[in-house]
């Protein structure tokens, strides 16, 4: 399956807790990247005729030249997975740059908007309702 924005941008925020627990990001990312890259020679194929052409032989970045014994399908299998580690890292920043400001519940990992990015909000409307009562 060729994964164009849409289908990244849903991922990264559907996971966005994962990402943000991370410690290392980029490592999760290019991990998506990889697993969006297809096996069999017919995805890889039309996978590969549908990615930007700005993108076609990225493996030489890789290898300088010098590919060895890799297949043309292995060629394009790197081909594809420059190209979504590309656009993973650049829907990330986006998808980021939207998030600012929000923070997750302690409690409950509902999203609070913290407009003042509080380091010291912790809790949604609910639970510190729910907090401030029990006390
Ligand atoms: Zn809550």
């Known amino acids: 399956m060729y994964w164009n924005y849409t ?3 849903n991922e990264i925020t559907e996971n966005w807790q994962q990402l943000e627990q991370a ?6 990312l290019n991990e998506w990247a990889d697993r969006a890259v297809p096996i069999y020679s017919n995805d890889v ?10 993108f076609d032989n990225s493996f030489q970045e890789h290898f300088g030249g010098n590919i060895g014994d890799l297949t043309i399908i ?15 890292a650049r829907i990330y920043e986006v998808v980021k740059t939207e998030r600012e400001g929000f923070s997750y519940c ?3 990992n509902a999203e609070i908007d913290d407009e003042f990015n509080n380091p ?12 401030t009562e029990g006390k």
């Open 74 to 88: 292995q060629l394009m299998q790197i081909d594809l997975y420059e190209y979504y580690r590309s656009e993973y």
């Open 45 to 54: 194929i039309k996978d590969w005729q549908l990615m930007p052409s700005e």
């Open 23 to 28: 410690t290392y990001p980029d490592d999760l």
């Open 106 to 108: 302690a409690n409950c």
């Open 120 to 131: 010291f909000t912790k809790f949604c409307e609910t639970c510190e309702t729910k907090e």
């Open 7 to 9: 289908d990244i941008y």
